[in-house]
């Protein structure tokens, strides 16, 4: 059985802050403390790119686990900023990793969701190909899309990137996922001439109507309720999101993780820098993770502690 | 056991002749019938994009199948050319074709290699996921970004998308499947600035050497010859690739298909077109499929007709 044996990422270290941009937009503090639930936004290095960021994410995972590269057997990227549209970002880090040639290697485009989907599609790409050791890679540097004048993205979005060790020895296994489209909707976050637009008032509606029913109902065919889950990792779209789906869901508020205040919302990358800094689970536990956005797009997973 | 139950495509009923450019270019009749073997190009019209192409294939999928999109579980998209960075073409096609909400969707980003990767990450995705029915579209319009003063690829790329459908009733099923990736090497095709470079000498050289070597390693893991395959189904980069992977491989020539001479190399989609293109084949016969290009990276499979 495939699942996550161990996740690293890498956040930059510069940081812009919302305080600095009240008058701007004319927003006080308790908008910026309990609304968005961002702080100051996490923003990489002009220099650094999508493939960049992946390889500073290894170095920590290497430096955590002592992963070698020579045995890696399946390399994915997902990425909605792209080093390039042609080639895939995978290649590129196949290369900088230096890579073997026999490691398969693909990009997944997808954006909030992508981490939960990617976490599917590579497992099962992996046991159906027989294959050992894994590298899922997310990275999304919105700094380099977002609009400095336009409040909707510009206090959200952080830089990141992080790297998933998936094998068949995990510490988290994954017991039952479930995905969702609303592709009509998909123009309510988008990207065009370089320029990212977000209809704000659109995703918080989705992310607290939609998302909640789906979570519902995977628990239920799964013979769980809402108490046995140990951990809710909701994508960090805002405190202001998290906040309703724990309402709607009628959580216990102290299983449900808020952390980006200090970086933001990191896009593909949100859940797993949320998973890495969990506290070690007993075995048994289960963790929910769901992810929503760009597409409109979902996917929920329930996770076991091995 | 999920594997692939129809193909249908689209080709741009527009064509780019070859001959019309001897003089541009200083090319002879002998160079484009039998060196690159493309006399026309298949141009899109310029309002088409990655999402409309994929639209017109499933239009004629489902006048071939009576497919019913109601019924379809997961959605992918395979893609260098997508409409926006933001969000995933699958999303946009999955809009306009009106699939269910609980339809997953994804893109892929590969070129060349595209198709066969995708069989294999759709197959074991819709396993994993207990799904029944799947689409796989790729979609590819060089159209966009090729420079019409360079020979390497003006002469050489055609637009086409082609949707598979993936059933658990399948028609072909796939018996294995080897992949890799030589990401330092991703730099000899590259779009940059919306316009694509590709080094002809380096491709050549990498589907030429590398390819055949990992055909006989497929094979010979799988106890097969390569008199056992009945038919090859190679990436149509050109003639003379495809002319040379034969020799390499000491192949009966009746078994090898090239098929391009009218519309170009369609990218991620020559190999489902061509699948499309094969008469009927008996239970037990196999066909080799081929994926080489972009990353650098390729997928080579074995199907076997059911």
């Excluded at 908008?31 to 100051?40: D, R, S």
């Excluded at 398969?104 to 969701?113: H, K, V, Y």
């Excluded at 294959?131 to 510009?154: C, E, H, P, W």
Aim: hydrophobic share 40%; net charge negative.
């Amino acid at each position: 059985m495939i699942g996550i044996r161990d996740i690293a990422y890498f956040i930059p270290e510069k940081r812009v802050s919302n305080y600095d941009k009240k008058e701007k937009f004319d927003i006080t503090d308790e908008f910026i403390k309990n609304k968005i639930g961002v702080e100051t936004v996490a923003v990489k290095e002009l220099n650094d790119s999508s493939s960049s960021l992946c390889v500073k994410a290894f170095e920590k995972l290497q430096a955590k686990t002592g992963v070698d590269i020579s045995e890696i057997e399946a390399l994915i990227v997902v990425t909605q900023n792209p080093d390039f549209t042609i080639p895939q970002t995978s290649a590129i880090v196949h290369g900088l990793l230096d890579a073997p040639t026999h490691c398969a290697s693909f990009d997944i485009s997808l954006g909030c969701s992508g981490f939960v989907y990617a976490l599917s599609i590579l497992q099962s790409f992996m046991t159906a190909n027989r294959m050992r050791k894994g590298l899922l890679f997310t990275s999304d540097q919105y700094s380099d899309i977002v609009d400095a004048d336009d409040k909707n993205t510009t206090l959200i979005f952080g830089d990141a990137a992080a790297v998933t060790l998936l094998t068949d020895e995990p510490a988290y296994r994954s017991l039952d996922f479930s995905f969702g489209t609303i592709g009509k909707s998909h123009r309510e976050l988008l990207c065009s001439d370089k320029t990212l637009f977000m209809n704000g008032r659109a995703i918080y509606n989705f992310a607290c109507k939609v998302i909640p029913d789906d979570i519902r109902a995977l628990l239920e065919r799964n013979k769980l309720n809402t108490g046995d889950i140990d951990a809710y990792l909701f994508h960090q779209g805002s405190k202001f999101i998290v906040d309703t789906m724990t309402k709607r869901l009628e959580l216990d508020s102290s299983k449900v993780v808020f952390d980006i205040y200090d970086y933001g919302n990191t896009i593909s990358s949100s859940i797993p820098i949320l998973l890495e800094k969990q506290p070690p689970a007993a075995s048994g536990q289960k963790i929910l993770i769901s992810g929503f956005g760009v597409g409109l797009s979902w996917a929920n997973a329930i996770l076991e502690r091995v």
